[in-house]
Structure formats: C-alpha cells, structure tokens
C-alpha cells in the first residue's frame, strides 16, 4: 500500500526504515506526513482520497509543490512552512529543502522555464531558484541565495546576486543518510 520511494525518503528522514518507524514519524512529523500523501498520490493509488488529503495537509503546512513535479527519492522537507515549487520542476535524489525555498518557472527572456536539479542538492532557507537552468550534483544553496543561472557540480552558492564557490564535497555535512 505504501509506494516504495517513501521508505527512502524515511531513511533520509531520521536513518531508519520499516514501516512502524513510517507510521510513527508519519505520525510526529508534520512534513514527513506531507511527503507520503505526495508519494500516495503520485503512485495513482485512490487519486482523488489522496489529493483531498494532501490539500488538506498543504493548508496546515505550507508546502506547495506541484503534484506532477518529478522528485527523486530521498526528498526532505525541514521546517514545514512556504516551500512553493512548481509543477515542471525536476529533482533529483537526496534533495534537501528548507522553508522558504522557492522553485519556480521564468515566464519570459532566455531562461523561460522551470529548473532542473541533480543529485545531492541542499537548498538552504528563503533561497530562490528560478529559470530554465540546471543545478548540478553535490550543490549547496546557501540561505537567502537567489539563482537564475547554470550552477556546475561540487559547488556552493552564496548571495544575491548568487556567486558560485567551486567546492569538492560541498554538501558534506548537509546531506546526511544519502540513499545510493
């Protein structure tokens, strides 16, 4: 019943799996709850009891994500409150965002478009990722960095407007429990 991308995003969440541990941090964690009604939704199960749950759940929490945007496993939501990111948007694993973050489409000029994001990528608070740009593997958005340009991997973004610091291992630290 429980779509199997939900149990990576548990072991990302708190380091463990199994499905008691789901049901308790389901239970505790506001954010997590939200995941798994996205992951429930996504996998076509009762589509609409889970779209009337995760709008129901949306309200309380902040988060509005598209519900077509593609997110790889591993996704984690800290601090549940104003996370916007559209439905076109493409994440990789291992994701990590925080509340404020905003990714979002750029209806005009030469990044007309939604983001991609690779692998790895720690999005830190009220940062802003917008355009048709691509962020690379092993990224750390620095808090309240506004990004509206090609990020390469191993880097780190700082500032608006943003400035890229090349850096191996830059999510060292920040993404933890990654799933391979």
């Known amino acids: 019943m429980v779509p199997k991308i939900v149990y ?11 499905f008691w541990n789901l049901l308790n941090t389901a239970v505790r964690k506001l954010d997590f709850r939200w995941i798994v009604l996205f992951r429930w939704y996504q996998s076509k199960r009762k589509p609409f009891m889970s779209r009337w749950l995760l709008r129901s759940c949306s309200r309380k929490t902040g988060i509005q994500i598209g519900w077509h945007a593609k997110i790889g496993e591993g ?15 493409e994440i990789g694993k291992n994701c990590t965002l925080y509340q404020g973050v905003t990714i979002g489409m750029e209806f005009r000029g030469k990044r007309r478009g939604n983001p991609v994001i690779g692998n790895n990528v720690w ?4 940062a802003c990722v917008v355009g048709n740009i691509t962020i690379g593997d092993d990224v750390l958005i620095a808090p309240l960095s ?12 700082v500032g608006n407007p943003g400035r890229v610091i090349p850096r191996e291992n830059a999510t060292e630290g920040y993404v933890c429990n990654k799933l391979q």
């Open 146 to 157: 506004f990004v509206n340009f090609d990020v390469p991997s191993h880097s780190i973004v």
């Open 123 to 126: 999005i830190g608070s009220n």
């Open 8 to 18: 990576g995003d548990l072991y990302r969440s708190n380091g463990k799996t199994g």
């Open 75 to 89: 996704l984690v939501l800290v601090h549940c409150g104003d996370i916007a990111v559209n439905n076109e948007v």
